[in-house]
Protein backbone atom coordinates (compact mmCIF):
# COMPACT_ATOMS: atom_id res chain seq x y z
CA UNK A 1 0.00 0.00 0.00
CA UNK A 2 1.36 3.48 -1.07
CA UNK A 3 1.91 6.08 1.95
CA UNK A 4 -0.54 8.75 2.89
CA UNK A 5 0.66 12.35 1.62
CA UNK A 6 -1.02 15.26 3.55
CA UNK A 7 -0.30 18.47 2.25
CA UNK A 8 0.13 21.63 5.03
CA UNK A 9 -0.56 25.08 3.06
CA UNK A 10 0.99 27.55 5.60
CA UNK A 11 -0.46 30.98 5.36
CA UNK A 12 -0.55 32.74 8.76
CA UNK A 13 0.35 30.21 10.99
CA UNK A 14 4.20 29.82 10.25
CA UNK A 15 4.97 28.21 13.26
CA UNK A 16 6.06 24.03 14.27
CA UNK A 17 4.23 24.65 18.15
CA UNK A 18 0.58 24.84 18.73
CA UNK A 19 0.08 24.72 14.64
CA UNK A 20 -3.17 21.94 15.05
CA UNK A 21 -2.70 21.07 11.04
CA UNK A 22 0.94 20.54 11.31
CA UNK A 23 0.17 17.90 14.10
CA UNK A 24 -2.75 16.36 12.85
CA UNK A 25 -0.95 15.65 9.44
CA UNK A 26 1.70 14.32 11.08
CA UNK A 27 -0.48 11.47 12.84
CA UNK A 28 -2.86 11.04 10.26
CA UNK A 29 -0.55 11.12 7.78
CA UNK A 30 3.21 8.90 6.45
CA UNK A 31 4.07 11.74 4.68
CA UNK A 32 3.96 15.19 5.23
CA UNK A 33 4.64 18.03 2.85
CA UNK A 34 4.48 21.70 4.25
CA UNK A 35 3.92 24.29 1.43
CA UNK A 36 4.20 28.25 1.45
CA UNK A 37 3.38 30.32 -1.68
CA UNK A 38 4.27 34.07 -2.02
CA UNK A 39 1.14 35.27 -4.09
CA UNK A 40 2.00 38.22 -6.26
CA UNK A 41 -1.50 39.48 -5.63
CA UNK A 42 -0.07 40.54 -2.25
CA UNK A 43 2.61 42.74 -3.78
CA UNK A 44 0.72 44.87 -6.48
CA UNK A 45 0.49 48.44 -6.90
CA UNK A 46 -3.44 50.09 -6.70
CA UNK A 47 -4.68 52.60 -8.65
CA UNK A 48 -3.60 55.56 -6.17
CA UNK A 49 -0.01 54.35 -6.00
CA UNK A 50 0.16 52.38 -2.90
CA UNK A 51 1.73 48.82 -2.03
CA UNK A 52 -0.57 46.19 -0.83
CA UNK A 53 2.35 45.06 1.22
CA UNK A 54 5.16 47.24 1.96
CA UNK A 55 8.96 45.82 1.59
CA UNK A 56 9.28 46.17 5.76
CA UNK A 57 6.19 43.74 6.13
CA UNK A 58 7.72 41.95 2.93
CA UNK A 59 10.89 41.44 4.70
CA UNK A 60 9.27 40.25 8.27
CA UNK A 61 7.32 37.50 6.20
CA UNK A 62 10.12 36.51 4.26
CA UNK A 63 12.67 36.17 7.45
CA UNK A 64 9.54 34.04 8.80
CA UNK A 65 9.00 31.95 6.11
CA UNK A 66 12.69 31.34 6.00
CA UNK A 67 12.71 30.66 9.84
CA UNK A 68 9.78 28.13 9.78
CA UNK A 69 12.09 25.85 7.30
CA UNK A 70 14.93 25.97 9.29
CA UNK A 71 12.84 24.91 12.33
CA UNK A 72 10.92 22.27 10.15
CA UNK A 73 14.17 20.88 9.27
CA UNK A 74 15.12 20.89 12.64
CA UNK A 75 12.20 17.96 12.69
CA UNK A 76 13.70 16.14 9.85
CA UNK A 77 11.20 17.71 7.46
CA UNK A 78 11.30 20.79 5.12
CA UNK A 79 9.26 23.66 3.66
CA UNK A 80 8.47 23.83 -0.47
CA UNK A 81 8.35 27.73 -1.49
CA UNK A 82 7.28 28.84 -5.08
CA UNK A 83 5.76 32.03 -5.90
CA UNK A 84 2.49 32.03 -8.21
CA UNK A 85 -1.36 31.94 -8.29
CA UNK A 86 -2.45 29.05 -5.23
CA UNK A 87 -5.06 28.04 -7.30
CA UNK A 88 -2.54 26.64 -9.68
CA UNK A 89 0.59 25.48 -7.60
CA UNK A 90 -1.51 23.64 -5.16
CA UNK A 91 -3.05 21.03 -7.78
CA UNK A 92 0.11 20.75 -9.75
CA UNK A 93 2.02 19.84 -6.48
CA UNK A 94 -0.57 18.01 -5.04
CA UNK A 95 -0.90 15.77 -8.02
CA UNK A 96 3.45 15.64 -8.74
CA UNK A 97 3.65 14.40 -4.85
CA UNK A 98 0.33 12.27 -5.35
CA UNK A 99 -0.76 14.24 -2.23
CA UNK A 100 -4.53 12.37 -0.55
CA UNK A 101 -5.94 16.18 1.60
CA UNK A 102 -4.93 19.56 1.54
CA UNK A 103 -4.70 21.17 5.24
CA UNK A 104 -4.93 24.65 5.99
CA UNK A 105 -6.29 27.29 8.67
CA UNK A 106 -9.52 29.38 7.66
CA UNK A 107 -9.59 33.12 7.04
CA UNK A 108 -12.27 35.62 8.15
CA UNK A 109 -11.57 38.84 5.18
CA UNK A 110 -12.97 38.79 2.08
CA UNK A 111 -10.22 38.58 -0.04
CA UNK A 112 -8.26 35.39 1.79
CA UNK A 113 -11.57 33.82 2.19
CA UNK A 114 -11.42 34.06 -1.99
CA UNK A 115 -8.29 32.68 -2.49
CA UNK A 116 -9.52 29.84 -0.26
CA UNK A 117 -12.50 29.08 -2.02
CA UNK A 118 -10.72 29.01 -5.70
CA UNK A 119 -8.20 26.71 -4.63
CA UNK A 120 -11.13 24.89 -3.06
CA UNK A 121 -12.71 24.35 -6.57
CA UNK A 122 -9.35 23.94 -8.22
CA UNK A 123 -8.26 20.41 -5.81
CA UNK A 124 -12.43 19.21 -5.86
CA UNK A 125 -11.71 18.98 -9.96
CA UNK A 126 -8.91 16.63 -9.35
CA UNK A 127 -10.80 15.18 -6.76
CA UNK A 128 -9.07 16.23 -3.16
CA UNK A 129 -10.30 17.72 -0.35
CA UNK A 130 -9.29 20.53 1.18
CA UNK A 131 -9.65 20.61 4.47
CA UNK A 132 -10.84 23.67 7.03
CA UNK A 133 -9.05 24.39 10.43
CA UNK A 134 -9.82 27.43 13.14
CA UNK A 135 -6.57 28.05 14.64
CA UNK A 136 -6.25 31.90 14.56
CA UNK A 137 -8.07 33.39 17.58
CA UNK A 138 -7.52 33.15 20.95
CA UNK A 139 -11.36 31.49 22.19
CA UNK A 140 -12.06 28.59 19.59
CA UNK A 141 -15.30 29.54 17.79
CA UNK A 142 -17.29 26.19 19.01
CA UNK A 143 -16.46 26.96 22.76
CA UNK A 144 -17.94 30.83 22.42
CA UNK A 145 -21.38 31.18 24.46
CA UNK A 146 -23.12 31.87 21.37
CA UNK A 147 -23.50 30.72 17.80
CA UNK A 148 -21.60 33.07 15.27
CA UNK A 149 -24.94 34.95 14.02
CA UNK A 150 -25.29 36.33 17.78
CA UNK A 151 -22.39 37.41 19.12
CA UNK A 152 -22.59 40.85 20.41
CA UNK A 153 -21.66 44.23 18.56
CA UNK A 154 -20.47 45.70 21.64
CA UNK A 155 -16.89 44.68 22.99
CA UNK A 156 -17.61 45.02 26.44
CA UNK A 157 -21.06 42.89 26.46
CA UNK A 158 -18.76 40.08 24.09
CA UNK A 159 -15.52 40.33 26.59
CA UNK A 160 -17.62 40.25 29.36
CA UNK A 161 -19.43 37.12 28.37
CA UNK A 162 -16.60 35.23 26.93
CA UNK A 163 -14.51 35.49 30.22
CA UNK A 164 -17.24 34.34 32.06
CA UNK A 165 -18.57 31.94 30.10
CA UNK A 166 -15.35 30.25 27.76
CA UNK A 167 -12.28 28.93 28.68
CA UNK A 168 -8.62 29.22 26.32
CA UNK A 169 -7.65 25.84 24.87
CA UNK A 170 -4.37 24.36 25.98
CA UNK A 171 -1.94 24.52 23.01
CA UNK A 172 -0.90 21.67 21.28
CA UNK A 173 2.45 19.84 21.03
CA UNK A 174 4.91 20.04 18.49
CA UNK A 175 5.29 17.05 16.15
CA UNK A 176 7.95 14.51 17.61
CA UNK A 177 9.31 14.36 13.95
CA UNK A 178 8.05 14.83 9.89
CA UNK A 179 8.80 12.54 7.23
CA UNK A 180 8.50 14.42 3.59
CA UNK A 181 8.01 12.88 0.66
CA UNK A 182 10.76 11.67 -1.40
CA UNK A 183 11.64 13.84 -4.40
CA UNK A 184 11.12 16.55 -2.34
CA UNK A 185 11.89 20.23 -4.16
CA UNK A 186 12.00 22.81 -1.26
CA UNK A 187 12.55 25.91 -4.22
CA UNK A 188 14.25 28.81 -2.96
CA UNK A 189 12.69 31.62 -0.74
CA UNK A 190 12.26 34.98 -2.72
CA UNK A 191 14.23 38.14 -1.95
CA UNK A 192 12.64 41.68 -1.91
CA UNK A 193 13.96 42.36 -5.37
CA UNK A 194 12.10 38.85 -6.43
CA UNK A 195 8.83 40.20 -5.56
CA UNK A 196 9.84 43.43 -7.35
CA UNK A 197 10.06 45.65 -3.99
CA UNK A 198 13.10 47.21 -2.48
CA UNK A 199 14.64 47.26 0.51
CA UNK A 200 13.40 49.33 3.20
CA UNK A 201 14.69 53.03 4.26
CA UNK A 202 16.47 52.89 7.48
CA UNK A 203 16.47 55.69 10.09
CA UNK A 204 19.88 56.14 12.62
CA UNK A 205 16.40 57.35 15.10
CA UNK A 206 14.85 53.95 15.10
CA UNK A 207 15.62 52.71 18.62
CA UNK A 208 14.01 48.45 17.59
CA UNK A 209 13.20 46.67 15.05
CA UNK A 210 11.91 43.37 14.35
CA UNK A 211 12.67 39.87 12.80
CA UNK A 212 10.82 37.55 11.66
CA UNK A 213 10.06 34.06 12.70
CA UNK A 214 9.01 31.94 15.20
CA UNK A 215 12.29 31.66 16.89
CA UNK A 216 13.17 35.46 17.37
CA UNK A 217 9.15 35.57 18.47
CA UNK A 218 9.59 33.59 21.11
CA UNK A 219 12.63 35.17 22.59
CA UNK A 220 10.44 38.33 22.50
CA UNK A 221 8.16 36.62 24.22
CA UNK A 222 10.12 35.68 27.13
CA UNK A 223 11.22 39.09 27.13
CA UNK A 224 7.72 40.53 27.38
CA UNK A 225 7.38 38.34 30.12
CA UNK A 226 10.15 39.52 31.87
CA UNK A 227 9.11 42.84 31.15
CA UNK A 228 5.83 42.57 32.46
CA UNK A 229 6.77 40.87 35.69
CA UNK A 230 8.69 43.97 36.25
CA UNK A 231 6.13 45.96 35.72
CA UNK A 232 4.02 44.24 38.37
CA UNK A 233 6.42 44.22 40.73
CA UNK A 234 7.01 47.78 40.85
CA UNK A 235 3.43 49.02 40.21
CA UNK A 236 2.02 46.58 42.59
CA UNK A 237 -0.51 45.76 39.98
CA UNK A 238 -0.53 44.86 35.84
CA UNK A 239 0.17 48.24 34.27
CA UNK A 240 0.25 49.31 31.00
CA UNK A 241 3.16 47.98 28.66
CA UNK A 242 3.69 47.00 25.46
CA UNK A 243 4.81 43.56 24.75
CA UNK A 244 5.62 44.25 21.07
CA UNK A 245 4.44 40.63 20.34
CA UNK A 246 1.84 41.68 17.64
CA UNK A 247 4.06 41.15 14.47
CA UNK A 248 4.58 37.71 15.69
CA UNK A 249 1.23 37.14 16.58
CA UNK A 250 -0.31 38.22 12.80
CA UNK A 251 2.02 35.91 10.99
CA UNK A 252 1.16 32.77 13.14
CA UNK A 253 4.93 32.84 14.44
CA UNK A 254 3.37 32.54 18.07
CA UNK A 255 0.19 31.61 18.47
CA UNK A 256 -2.46 33.48 20.82
CA UNK A 257 -2.96 30.97 22.95
CA UNK A 258 0.70 30.27 23.73
CA UNK A 259 0.75 33.88 24.26
CA UNK A 260 -2.33 33.94 27.00
CA UNK A 261 -1.25 30.38 28.83
CA UNK A 262 2.27 32.17 28.76
CA UNK A 263 1.29 35.72 30.49
CA UNK A 264 -1.69 33.76 32.82
CA UNK A 265 0.81 31.43 34.38
CA UNK A 266 2.58 34.36 35.65
CA UNK A 267 -0.48 36.33 36.36
CA UNK A 268 -3.62 34.62 37.31
CA UNK A 269 -6.30 36.66 36.08
CA UNK A 270 -7.52 38.14 33.21
CA UNK A 271 -7.62 41.86 33.83
CA UNK A 272 -4.20 42.68 32.15
CA UNK A 273 -3.55 44.53 28.78
CA UNK A 274 -1.80 41.80 26.94
CA UNK A 275 -5.45 39.57 27.30
CA UNK A 276 -7.07 42.96 26.68
CA UNK A 277 -5.11 42.98 23.22
CA UNK A 278 -6.06 39.24 22.35
CA UNK A 279 -9.67 39.59 23.07
CA UNK A 280 -9.91 42.93 20.40
CA UNK A 281 -8.19 40.66 18.20
CA UNK A 282 -10.75 37.93 18.19
CA UNK A 283 -13.31 40.12 18.46
CA UNK A 284 -12.93 41.72 15.06
CA UNK A 285 -12.01 38.53 13.35
CA UNK A 286 -15.59 37.53 14.74
CA UNK A 287 -16.99 40.67 13.54
CA UNK A 288 -15.44 40.19 10.15
CA UNK A 289 -17.20 36.66 10.25
CA UNK A 290 -20.77 37.53 11.64
CA UNK A 291 -21.44 40.38 9.17
CA UNK A 292 -19.33 39.75 6.43
CA UNK A 293 -16.11 41.87 5.87
CA UNK A 294 -17.94 43.97 2.54
CA UNK A 295 -18.98 46.45 4.96
CA UNK A 296 -15.87 47.32 6.53
CA UNK A 297 -14.40 48.28 3.35
CA UNK A 298 -16.33 50.56 2.85
CA UNK A 299 -16.15 54.37 2.97
CA UNK A 300 -19.49 54.53 4.46
CA UNK A 301 -19.04 51.18 6.30
CA UNK A 302 -22.12 49.95 8.61
CA UNK A 303 -23.78 53.58 8.86
CA UNK A 304 -24.86 53.74 4.86
CA UNK A 305 -23.83 57.49 4.97
CA UNK A 306 -20.32 58.18 3.68
CA UNK A 307 -18.84 60.75 6.41
CA UNK A 308 -17.84 64.84 5.18
CA UNK A 309 -15.29 64.87 2.93
CA UNK A 310 -12.59 67.35 2.10
CA UNK A 311 -12.54 68.94 -0.85
CA UNK A 312 -8.38 68.65 -0.89
CA UNK A 313 -8.38 64.86 -0.79
CA UNK A 314 -5.15 64.46 -2.77
CA UNK A 315 -3.38 67.37 -1.16
CA UNK A 316 -4.24 66.10 2.54
CA UNK A 317 -3.65 62.76 2.36
CA UNK A 318 0.04 63.18 0.44
CA UNK A 319 0.66 65.87 4.06
CA UNK A 320 -0.84 63.11 6.14
CA UNK A 321 1.49 59.87 4.52
CA UNK A 322 4.54 62.12 4.26
CA UNK A 323 3.99 63.28 7.77
CA UNK A 324 3.94 66.99 6.41
CA UNK A 325 0.83 68.00 8.78
CA UNK A 326 0.74 71.10 11.33
CA UNK A 327 0.03 68.35 14.28
CA UNK A 328 3.72 67.25 15.29
CA UNK A 329 2.28 64.24 17.06
CA UNK A 330 0.83 62.89 13.85
CA UNK A 331 4.31 63.72 11.91
CA UNK A 332 5.82 61.91 14.62
CA UNK A 333 3.64 58.81 14.28
CA UNK A 334 3.34 58.54 10.81
CA UNK A 335 7.79 58.96 10.62
CA UNK A 336 7.33 56.48 12.83
CA UNK A 337 5.37 54.08 11.55
CA UNK A 338 7.01 54.88 7.84
CA UNK A 339 10.37 53.98 9.28
CA UNK A 340 9.74 50.95 11.56
CA UNK A 341 6.32 49.58 9.82
CA UNK A 342 5.12 49.76 14.07
CA UNK A 343 3.37 52.34 16.31
CA UNK A 344 1.66 51.62 19.58
CA UNK A 345 -2.36 51.55 18.75
CA UNK A 346 -2.74 55.00 20.95
CA UNK A 347 -1.09 56.12 17.98
CA UNK A 348 -2.56 54.75 15.75
CA UNK A 349 -5.85 55.92 16.61
CA UNK A 350 -4.91 59.29 16.79
CA UNK A 351 -3.51 59.60 13.84
CA UNK A 352 -6.44 57.85 12.01
CA UNK A 353 -9.10 60.32 13.68
CA UNK A 354 -6.92 63.10 12.90
CA UNK A 355 -6.97 61.94 9.06
CA UNK A 356 -10.48 61.35 8.85
CA UNK A 357 -11.96 64.33 11.60
CA UNK A 358 -9.27 66.88 11.45
CA UNK A 359 -8.10 66.34 7.53
CA UNK A 360 -11.55 64.90 6.65
CA UNK A 361 -9.82 62.42 4.16
CA UNK A 362 -11.74 59.22 3.08
CA UNK A 363 -10.57 57.27 6.25
CA UNK A 364 -10.06 53.89 3.69
CA UNK A 365 -7.10 55.58 2.21
CA UNK A 366 -5.73 55.72 5.42
CA UNK A 367 -6.33 52.02 6.38
CA UNK A 368 -4.74 50.92 3.05
CA UNK A 369 -1.82 53.10 4.14
CA UNK A 370 -1.34 50.93 7.44
CA UNK A 371 -2.24 47.89 4.88
CA UNK A 372 1.42 48.39 3.27
CA UNK A 373 3.11 49.70 6.42
CA UNK A 374 2.06 48.53 9.38
CA UNK A 375 4.37 45.08 10.05
CA UNK A 376 1.79 43.51 12.07
CA UNK A 377 -1.16 44.04 9.68
CA UNK A 378 -4.27 41.96 9.51
CA UNK A 379 -7.31 43.03 8.06
CA UNK A 380 -10.05 42.41 10.82
CA UNK A 381 -7.61 44.32 13.40
CA UNK A 382 -6.71 47.26 10.70
CA UNK A 383 -9.88 47.54 9.38
CA UNK A 384 -12.13 47.11 12.04
CA UNK A 385 -10.18 49.30 14.29
CA UNK A 386 -10.27 52.36 11.46
CA UNK A 387 -13.91 51.69 10.66
CA UNK A 388 -14.79 52.31 14.51
CA UNK A 389 -12.50 55.37 14.89
CA UNK A 390 -14.49 56.74 11.31
CA UNK A 391 -18.09 56.38 12.89
CA UNK A 392 -18.73 53.90 10.82
CA UNK A 393 -18.30 50.33 12.45
CA UNK A 394 -20.67 47.74 13.49
CA UNK A 395 -20.80 49.38 17.02
CA UNK A 396 -22.71 52.25 16.53
CA UNK A 397 -22.85 53.14 20.70
CA UNK A 398 -18.92 52.41 20.47
CA UNK A 399 -18.32 54.92 17.04
CA UNK A 400 -20.60 57.31 18.88
CA UNK A 401 -18.81 57.86 21.51
CA UNK A 402 -15.39 57.61 20.42
CA UNK A 403 -12.99 60.05 22.04
CA UNK A 404 -9.45 60.61 21.13
CA UNK A 405 -6.82 58.92 23.31
CA UNK A 406 -4.51 60.78 25.78
CA UNK A 407 -0.87 61.17 24.92
CA UNK A 408 0.23 63.16 27.60
CA UNK A 409 1.95 60.90 29.54
CA UNK A 410 3.39 58.36 26.40
CA UNK A 411 7.06 58.34 26.99
CA UNK A 412 7.31 56.11 23.86
CA UNK A 413 5.90 59.06 22.00
CA UNK A 414 8.12 61.86 23.92
CA UNK A 415 11.18 59.72 23.26
CA UNK A 416 10.93 59.42 19.07
CA UNK A 417 9.39 63.00 19.18
CA UNK A 418 12.47 64.06 20.79
CA UNK A 419 14.70 62.38 18.58
CA UNK A 420 12.66 63.54 15.32
CA UNK A 421 13.14 66.88 16.39
CA UNK A 422 16.65 67.39 17.34
CA UNK A 423 18.09 65.36 14.60
CA UNK A 424 20.45 66.92 12.49
Known sequence: MSDRTILVWFRNDLRVS?????????????????????????????????????????????????????????????????????????????????????????????????????????LWKIKLNLKHFIGHTLYHKEDLPFPIKDIPDSFTIFKKKVERDSVVRPVVPTPDSISIPDNFEAGIIPSLADLGLQEPVTDPRVRFSF???????????????????????????????????????TVGCLSPREVYH???????????????????????????????SANFFKVEGFSGEV????????ESFNRWKTASTDNETVNVSITELNTTGYIPNNLRQISAQYLTEGLKVDWTRGARWFEAKLIDYSPASNWGNWAFVSGVGNDVKFTANFKMPSISNDEHTAKWQAAVINAE
Do not use: C
Not at 34 to 51: C, K, R, V
Not at 262 to 278: A, C, I
Not at 307 to 314: A, F, K, V
Open 18 to 122: DNEILLEATRKADKVLPLYIFDPYYFTTDADGLQKTGSIRSKFLIESVGNLRENLQALGGNLMVRIGDPAEIIPQVAQQYQVNEVYHHREVSFEETAISEKVESA
Open 307 to 314: PELSQEQE
Open 262 to 292: SFMSKFQHQNNPVVLDLLWRDYFRFMFKKHG
Open 211 to 249: TGGETAGKLQLQNALESSTAVVAKAGKTGKFNTGLSPWI
